[in-house]
């Protein structure tokens, strides 16, 4: 699928700058690195070299290499597919990996800017509304109706995502054919984001159907496992407080009610984990909680179905966590065998682009919570006083600086035709005889 990316172009140029220092600093690790691999003199130095980059190596490869050797504006984007909160909800997160936002730095240890917006869809009624990044990872405060689109994919291809490099962000800017266009919160963020000077490029986008079915990525059954065990949780902390008073009445034994709570506090324990902590870092929380309460010899009706749970739930996040570390394995060991996959056939995508698209799924699974990727209510206090700082300042300081370079702009050409017409007038100016 095809979508369009909107960048202010006075980033432009900074970035093709930046792209010379980022290829200086990327061929020298490299001929660094080599030479440090054939000064060793046996297999035992060559694997302490391995151990000592640890797995660092191959994300720098692969980033120093995109970042380096692509357009100043190259990028892939992918969509993940979510459940919602509530139920017939679904959400898609859209991320857009870019060669972008460098400008400030000439290191090559991130993937330039790895942004994302948030759509989700009323499966009974059709509709949708959509979350932005305003700033550094912080969603909109309030999401935007998307009335008149059939679908996610229909939105995509008819509104435009504009990049924000200064702020880390990325918006999905409606047509103006839309009425939601002309509110004035829409038409403050048009003029901030760049109306009279940018770029748009067309870029391909991996929908949540070539991820899920062709390269077997299910993040949705991984997250649904997680909503699904909170479900549980919350509805037999209501089955607890019925069994304490059946307990009053001796019907439920003393240490079946204390087992139960305990069972319960753990849980609620794993869920801070699951919403809180990336997939990498949850894995062996979850593995260990299922072993334990598989192994303890009480056994009551509530274990059972926590356990079936749990289950599920180690079950999709390894999973997830195996089939990122064989994309992005496969992408450089068997890289034509990669590239030619049914998930990207039909879109033109460099074979760099492709390796930053692995690259990029495993580091989301290493660097982002459940919360952070698609589900900004979940935040923790921290992550909601930023989402509220950045609500209320970034749109008025970048109206506050757009202001200024608009100002700047007008008395330079005032400036301009000043000093022409001046030097005009002492050219046509009679002599005096």
């Given at each position: 699928m095809?979508a369009r990316l909107?960048?202010?172009?006075q980033w432009l140029e900074?970035?093709?700058?930046s792209?010379?220092?980022?290829r ?5 690790w490299?001929?660094?690195t080599?030479q440090?691999a054939?000064d060793?003199?046996?297999?035992r130095?060559?694997?302490e070299?391995f151990?000592?980059?640890g797995d ?6 692969a980033?120093?290499s ?7 504006i190259?990028m892939v984007?992918?969509?993940l597919?979510m459940?919602?909160l509530?139920?017939?909800k ?5 991320y857009l990996v870019?060669a ?6 000439s290191a090559?240890?991130h ?8 759509i989700e869809?009323?499966l ?11 700033g550094h990872?912080?969603?909109d405060?309030?999401?935007t ?9 229909n939105s995509l291809?008819s509104?435009?995502?504009v990049?924000?490099?200064?702020d880390?962000a990325?918006?999905l ?5 839309s009425d939601e266009?002309?509110?004035?919160g ?5 003029i ?7 770029s ?10 070539g991820?899920?079915e062709?390269?077997?990525f ?5 997250a ?9 949780w919350?509805r037999?902390?209501?089955?607890i407080?019925?069994?304490a ?6 019907r439920?034994p003393?240490?079946i ?7 319960l ?6 869920l801070?984990?699951?919403w809180f902590r990336?997939?990498y ?5 979850a593995k260990?909680l299922y072993?334990q309460?598989s192994?303890e010899s009480v056994?009551?009706?509530m274990?059972?179905?926590?356990l ?6 180690v079950?999709?996040l390894?999973?997830?966590?195996e089939k990122?570390k064989?994309i ?7 890289r034509?065998?990669f ?7 039909g879109?033109?995508i460099s ?6 698209f692995a690259a990029?799924l495993d580091?989301?699974?290493?660097e982002h ?6 589900y900004p209510?979940?935040?923790t206090?921290?992550g ?6 950045f609500g209320?300042?970034v749109?008025?300081?970048?109206l506050?600086?757009t202001?200024i ?5 007008a008395?330079?050409?005032l400036?301009?035709?000043i000093s022409?017409r001046?030097?005009?007038t002492?050219v046509?100016?009679?002599?005096p005889e």
């Amino acid at each position: 699928m095809k979508a369009r990316l909107k960048v202010d172009s006075q980033w432009l140029e900074l970035e093709k700058k930046s792209m010379a220092k980022m290829r200086q600093a990327y061929e020298r690790w490299q001929s660094e690195t080599l030479q440090r691999a054939k000064d060793a003199k046996d297999l035992r130095s060559l694997r302490e070299l391995f151990y000592e980059m640890g797995d660092r190596w191959e994300w720098d490869q692969a980033t120093g290499s995109w970042l380096s050797k692509t357009s100043e504006i190259e990028m892939v984007g992918l969509v993940l597919r979510m459940p919602g909160l509530d139920e017939n909800k679904e959400r898609f997160v859209i991320y857009l990996v870019m060669a972008y936002s460098k400008g400030v730095t000439s290191a090559f240890d991130h993937l330039g800017d790895k942004e994302r917006i948030i759509i989700e869809q009323d499966l009974r009624q059709g509709s949708l509304r959509v979350w932005s990044t305003t700033g550094h990872g912080a969603m909109d405060l309030f999401p935007t109706e998307l009335r008149g689109f059939e679908s996610v994919n229909n939105s995509l291809q008819s509104c435009i995502l504009v990049a924000q490099p200064g702020d880390h962000a990325l918006r999905l800017e409606l047509p103006k054919s839309s009425d939601e266009y002309w509110t004035l919160g829409q038409r403050l963020w048009s003029i901030v984001t760049g109306e009279t000077s940018f770029s748009t490029r067309r870029f391909n986008l991996l929908d949540a159907e070539g991820i899920e079915e062709k390269l077997e990525f299910r993040f949705y059954r991984y997250a649904k496992a997680v909503i699904d065990l909170e479900h549980l949780w919350k509805r037999l902390q209501g089955t607890i407080l019925g069994a304490a008073r059946e307990a009053v009445l001796d019907r439920v034994p003393d240490h079946i009610e204390t087992y139960n709570r305990h069972v319960l506090r753990r849980i609620e324990g794993l869920l801070h984990v699951l919403w809180f902590r990336p997939p990498y870092r949850q894995i062996d929380v979850a593995k260990r909680l299922y072993s334990q309460l598989s192994s303890e010899s009480v056994a009551t009706e509530m274990k059972h179905e926590v356990l079936a749970a749990l289950d599920q739930l180690v079950r999709s996040l390894t999973d997830v966590i195996e089939k990122a570390k064989y994309i992005k394995w496969k992408s450089v060991i068997d890289r034509k065998s990669f590239g030619n996959s049914e998930a990207f056939r039909g879109l033109e995508i460099s074979d760099m682009a492709k390796e930053a698209f692995a690259a990029a799924l495993d580091d989301i699974l290493k660097e982002h919570t459940l919360a952070y990727i698609g589900y900004p209510e979940r935040a923790t206090m921290k992550g909601k006083v930023t989402r509220v700082v950045f609500g209320l300042l970034v749109l008025p300081t970048r109206l506050m600086v757009t202001g200024i370079k608009h100002f700047r702009q007008a008395a330079a050409r005032l400036r301009h035709d000043i000093s022409r017409r001046l030097v005009k007038t002492s050219v046509t100016s009679p002599q005096p005889e």
